[in-house]
């Protein structure tokens, strides 16, 4: 069971959009279509922001928005705000009732 | 409202056990998984292992030998005991509430707040 793969970090300016991808294999990431994102600010627990690959938990701004082909997930966060600089990871169901982690992303609003 | 309550020794020495307590307040415990995570200073999670309301556990490979996560239902509350600590378990650790789809944990929607477990000599 290995980390899934993510970008250290990624950056934007207000109001662009910015893209984090989470590689896996096809015993995660390609084998199910559990993919859920969740966003840390220091100091913080994760908060979800999405889970079923695309849909958003109630409260979470439709800027956020999630897909996956093969075995690469994505996260997409739409017209940047300067709130949205935080760490954000990747989560996979891996079967056996066992679930696993990208390393996650820093993103920065410049 | 779901709360996830949290609490634990926050200083260990090496070959010590790790225990840690979490209680579900304002809800059911039944229909939920309920999940460890934990995250080393500056790294990134990594999911521990679950248990159901029916005691069935669930641990991910690496910590399986060290692991055991057992509840409480009258409590509301689910505990993580991992043993033979050393200074690589050093981490902030979180309980979570589990949702499932058709019966398969899918993600963590309601975090405790976090417990910083030091090991050190």
């Known amino acids: 069971q290995s980390a899934l793969t993510q970008p250290r970090s990624v950056s934007g300016s207000p109001g662009q959009s910015v893209t984090i991808s989470c590689t896996g294999t096809?015993?995660?990431?390609?084998?199910?279509?559990?993919v859920s994102w969740y966003q840390q600010h220091p100091g913080k627990a994760p908060k979800l922001m999405i889970y079923?690959?695309?849909k958003r938990p109630s409260g979470v701004p439709d800027r956020f928005s999630g897909s996956k082909s093969g075995k690469t997930a994505s996260l997409t966060i739409s017209g940047l705000q300067a709130e949205d600089e935080a760490d954000y990871f990747c989560?996979?169901?891996?079967?056996?009732?066992?679930?696993?982690f990208g390393g996650g992303t820093k993103l920065t609003v410049l | 409202q779901v709360q996830l309550q949290q609490w634990g020794a926050g200083l260990l020495k090496p070959s010590e056990t790790l225990s840690l307590t979490c209680a579900v307040d304002?809800?059911?415990?039944?229909?939920?998984?309920w999940s460890w995570i934990r995250q080393p200073p500056g790294k990134g999670l990594e999911w521990i292992g679950e248990?159901?309301?029916?005691?069935?556990?669930y641990y991910n490979p690496s910590l399986k030998s060290r692991v055991t996560i057992s509840s409480d239902t009258s409590k509301n509350q689910f505990s993580l005991k991992l043993t033979s600590v050393t200074a690589a378990d050093t981490a902030v650790f979180y309980c979570?509430?589990?949702?499932?789809?058709?019966?398969?944990?899918?993600?963590?929607?309601?975090w405790g707040q976090g417990t910083l477990v030091t090991v050190s000599s």
């Open positions: 979570a509430r589990t949702f499932l789809y058709f019966g398969i944990p899918d993600a963590f929607d309601i």
């Open positions: 079923d690959v695309s």
């Open positions: 096809s015993s995660d990431v390609g084998g199910y279509n559990y």
């Open positions: 989560c996979s169901y891996a079967g056996t009732y066992s679930l696993v």
């Open positions: 248990i159901n309301h029916s005691g069935s556990t």
């Open positions: 304002g809800g059911s415990f039944s229909g939920y998984y």
